[in-house]
């Protein structure tokens, strides 16, 4: 029951083979029984997901049919979730149960989909590695001395080791196609605006993007479906009527051009990587696609403008976590002072320090223009190189990650090394363009990742493309072994 | 040394809005603490803010009024500071691309001349919530009703050179948002807030002087004392070879001083920064047309209408124009009336010592501008004389009714009965012989000063009711014999 993937789950409960209710059963004990060698969750929600599968058997009962309806899933815990912990992996949320739902969790449970739990994930999803969370780092199911990417390394580690068939993510740089490549996973990050951040405790809110995890890209179509559309609640999400994402998935891929960016064939790509990706470029040009090599010049400058942008958003956005209405507080602070400083000082951790003092740096005067101004130029640039590529071909592809997954503890003295993995995947949260990351091949049993970028809201050619591609191959079926 | 003084101002006003700036909750004055903040009040993570269109649609009403540029897309920042009743550890606010850009405002000062003040620009902006430090034994309560109420900040140019020409433009300010009814104006409840930048410098220098701030000043009359004291302890300072430091004052009523609140080094680096979570506010052409064809008429569209149409003077019409209350009840009482100038004259003198001794506004005049009207009407038509609609006035003062039903139930109506004067005055000269003996005696010029005497002794006979023209006609055919 737990290989089945949420489009087999969706038959299998509607020909009555077997009930919401013993499908989740049937996971929490497996994540009982095996979750404490991977700490992919934060919270076990176990009465909340059996009454959700019986709820849902009811529905069905009742005569609905909804492809989610008792579809077992997670919550990357930044989703506030009403009266369930909701800790964004940090210390000062320890304690802090949401008063609400997220939109995306509204809408996910209003479709019949049961919550297995709160997954874990870089604190405050500051992180490519899930080591910064408080509850511990995230172990990776096909090697447990290595990471399975982050931030929402917990959601990945769950869905590959079968503890959940799919869940869901948020992507500020790469944070849902990085642990999705590192765990043979196929995650989306959707168009910025096309799914609502309401509910989702912001790191930096003109990167966020939440998102699927799931092992197939019809799984992601499902869960996306439930997911995007607009919401009044969130100025910047988008008033566009949503594709049909299912429907889209078989569209024959003959005439699809591909580009191929130079600069993400470069210096500091495992050539190993590079061999897989481009075997899945001949894959694709046996589905009829034709290949080009392009350029996006300005990709360079990503990281150091993602590294100003994101620290100047996330410096206050975690301004609120003071210790004064929610959340962790100092014991007997001796003044107002002294309760802000350890209140902060005790309840987050080194990264989200650093990443707060860089960006409280970056937006001082005298420094704004030089870091903050200029950095939104390089954003514009980036946006524009995207927009004249796609001037020439339909779909970006490049490998989604450098590396392969890295020993824990390997890049904790050398923030910099980390943050140099996400060198291919935060161009597109720049830009604000749809990215996917699919299964594309092993080197010595860890998995390989393929990005695929899209112009805007074409989620739907995304999901297309890698469906077309997991048609033709089997690297997305393969399971760790010991799961 | 003669010292020029230079002032700007910063007014906080709140928008009368249903609900806050960037939530649904409702934005009533007095509620239960913390029954007014929802999520988004509260800064839970996780949320967002929607704008309030509403909020928009004031400021560009008040951009227009003050015939200023209103930019096609403002944007909002946030503003980061610490503090236990700013939720969200930054307030959102607009810095680079406030919604109205330069605008002016013309005031009128107490000698009838009027000065154009230039507007820098004007933002809007999210309230914070209240800190509470009683009744906590030691400890502080956070009450975030307010937290989230809409602000328009309007800043001034340093334009402003004397406290009573701020008090002036203050007013005007303040008259002009409840004329475009985007703020109720009320200053004890800190609808309407200053802080006041304050410098002196020698008569004829070019450059400002350093400036304080005094910030929070939340009544006319302690603007002007805050500005006056502020200046005369710049003065001091100066001339006793000291030197003014850029900082931020308080001004205490009670003390009448302002006090050093925090120096400029100690200021925050607020590090603004455009808000990721609202999208640029673009405002349309064919939404500015709409809002400039739903605006009122202004406070000085009215006073120039008032010397226009009603032929009054500038302070006149300026007076009776400085609220959009006091100018309805003016031309309220006109249009009962039909007469400008008694209406304006009833109502700047008789009228408004009433309020002032009872320290009412207009809208709570006990004499309602119908009756005011009515009764301007019977000293028309000669109904009643002005001395008697000074009494007839103070009976409506004490609620005994109209104009006509006073005049009816005691009496007051004018006598204007030839044979009944004549008879009255023919008592009057009998009472008086010895001084229409001597009147009938004397020169043209001794005459006309006893002739008053009689016409006194004519009025105090027929209780004041007597016609006061058909009284002098008469008795000078009488004692001309």
Redesign the interface.
């Known amino acids: 029951m737990h290989n089945l993937t949420l489009a087999e789950i969706a038959r299998n409960l509607a020909e009555k083979r077997f009930s919401a209710e013993e499908l989740t059963r049937t996971l929490l004990a497996r994540i009982e029984q095996l979750d404490p060698q991977l700490n992919s969750f934060i919270s076990v929600t176990d009465e909340l997901a059996i009454a959700q599968a019986k709820a849902a058997d009811a529905r069905r009962a009742a005569g609905e049919n909804g492809a989610l309806l008792g579809a077992p899933i997670g919550h990357k815990d ?3 979730t009403q009266g369930i912990r ?1 800790s ?1 992996g940090s210390r000062i ?1 320890d304690s ?1 149960k ?3 739902d ?1 939109t995306v969790v509204e809408r996910l449970a209003a479709a019949g989909t049961v919550t297995l739990g709160k997954l874990n994930m870089d604190e405050f999803a500051m992180g490519s590695a899930n080591e910064s969370s408080y509850y511990g780092a995230v172990k990776n199911p096909w090697d447990l001395s290595r990471v399975p990417g982050g931030s929402s390394g917990g959601s990945a580690a769950a869905i590959a080791a079968r503890l959940l068939p799919a869940a869901t993510g948020t992507d500020t740089g790469g944070s849902i196609r990085q642990p999705a490549a590192l765990t043979n996973l196929t995650g989306l990050k959707p168009t910025y605006g096309r799914v609502s ?6 790191y ?3 990167l966020d993007q939440g998102g699927p995890m799931a092992r197939t890209a019809e799984d992601c179509a499902l869960l996306l479906s439930a997911m995007a559309g607009f919401d ?5 999400s988008v008033e566009q009527p949503l594709d049909d994402y299912l429907a889209a998935l078989s569209q024959p891929l003959a005439g699809l051009r591909i580009g191929l960016p130079k600069e993400y064939f470069g210096a500091g790509l495992d050539p190993k990587i590079a061999d897989a990706v481009m075997a899945s470029v001949e894959e694709l040009k046996r589905l009829g696609a034709t290949v080009k090599d392009i350029s996006l010049p300005n990709m360079q400058h990503a990281i150091p403008s993602y590294y100003v942008i994101a620290p ?2 996330a ?2 956005n ?5 210790g ?3 959340g962790y507080r100092c014991e007997n602070p001796v003044d ?1 002072t002294d309760l ?1 400083k350890r209140s902060r000082a005790e309840g987050f951790g080194d990264e989200v320090k650093r990443r707060i003092m860089v960006g ?1 740096y970056a ?3 005298g420094y ?1 223009d030089a870091y ?1 101004l200029k950095a939104q130029k390089i954003r514009r640039l980036i946006k524009q190189d995207f927009v004249a590529a796609f001037e020439q071909v339909d779909l970006i592809l490049g490998p989604t990650t450098p590396n392969l997954a890295w020993k824990l503890g390997e890049k904790n003295a050398d923030p910099v090394s980390a943050y140099l993995e996400d060198i291919y995947t935060i161009t597109a949260n720049l830009a604000g363009i749809p990215g996917l990351s699919m299964p594309a091949g092993f080197i010595d049993g860890l998995p390989v990742g393929v990005q695929l970028l899209a112009p805007y809201f074409q989620e739907a050619r995304l999901l297309n493309v890698a469906h077309q591609y997991q048609q033709v191959s089997d690297w997305h079926l393969r399971a760790p072994a010991g799961f | 040394m003669q010292w020029e003084t230079v002032i700007g101002l910063e007014i906080h006003a709140q928008l009368s809005t249903q609900s806050k700036i960037f939530s649904g909750s409702a934005t009533t004055f007095g509620a239960e603490p913390n029954t007014q903040a929802s ?1 988004v009040d ?10 309030n269109a509403e909020a928009v649609r004031m400021a560009c009403k008040f951009g227009l009024a003050i015939d200023a540029e209103i930019a096609e897309k403002n944007v909002f920042a ?1 503003k ?1 500071y ?1 503090y ?1 009743d700013l ?4 307030q959102t606010s607009q810095m680079d691309h406030p919604i109205v850009g330069k605008g002016h405002l013309d005031i009128t000062l107490e000698d009838g001349s009027t000065r154009r003040i230039g507007i820098t620009r004007a933002h809007l902006e999210e309230d914070a919530g209240k800190s509470l430090h009683e009744d906590f034994h030691g400890m502080s309560g ?1 009450d975030l009703n307010r937290a989230g109420t809409p602000l328009l900040e309007i800043v001034s140019e340093p334009d402003i050179r004397s406290a009573k020409e701020a008090v002036a433009y203050v007013k005007a300010i303040h008259a002009l948002v409840r004329y475009l009814g985007i703020c109720d104006g009320n200053m004890a409840e800190g609808s309407l807030r200053c802080d006041c930048n304050v410098s002196v410098r020698p008569k004829g220098q070019a450059e400002f002087g350093t400036r304080a701030e005094i910030k929070n000043v939340n009544s006319f009359r302690f603007i002007e004392k805050a500005i006056n004291h502020e200046v005369q302890r710049q003065i001091e300072l100066i001339e006793d070879g000291g030197k003014v430091v850029q900082e931020t004052r308080l001004y205490d009523p009670n003390k009448d001083e302002t006090r050093s609140m925090r120096s400029k080094e100690e200021a925050n ?1 607020y ?3 455009p808000c ?4 640029p506010v673009v405002i349309e052409q064919s939404f500015l047309d709409e809002v400039r064809a739903s605006l009122p008429e202004l406070p000085g569209q009215k006073r120039e209408r008032f010397e226009r149409e009603f032929g009054l003077s500038t302070y006149d019409a300026s007076v009776l124009s400085a609220s959009r209350e006091m100018a309805d009840y003016f031309e309220q009482v006109n249009a009962t009336c039909g007469d400008a100038k008694l209406a304006a004259n009833w109502v700047m003198g008789e009228l408004s010592s009433l309020l002032n001794k009872e320290g009412l506004d207009i809208e709570q005049s006990p004499v309602s501008a119908e009756h005011l009207g009515g009764m301007i009407l019977r000293i028309k038509d000669d109904t009643i004389s002005g001395k008697i609609a000074k009494m007839v006035f103070e009976a409506m003062a004490a609620g005994e009714g109209s104009a006509d039903e006073i005049i009816e139930k005691k009496g007051l109506k004018q006598v204007t009965d030839s044979g009944a004067i004549e008879a009255m005055l023919d008592e009057v000269l009998a009472a008086n012989a010895e001084q229409v003996e001597q009147y009938r005696a004397s020169d043209e010029a001794k005459r006309g000063k006893m002739f008053g005497f009689f016409v006194g002794q004519a009025m105090k006979a027929s209780k004041g009711k007597a016609n006061p023209g058909q009284v002098n006609q008469l008795l000078k055919k009488k004692l001309e014999g």
């Open positions: 930044l989703f506030c909701t964004c949320l802090f949401a008063p609400y997220a951040r309401w509910g989702m405790v912001a930096a809110s003109s009044p609640k969130d100025s910047t100047a958003e410096s206050s975690l301004s609120r976590f003071d004064v209405r929610f107002l802000y409280t937006l001082s005067a704004y903050y | 999520l509260l800064g839970m993570p996780g949320t967002l803010p929607v704008l946030r980061n610490f236990p939720p969200k550890g930054y956070i680096d590090r603004y920064f990721p979570d609202l999208l």
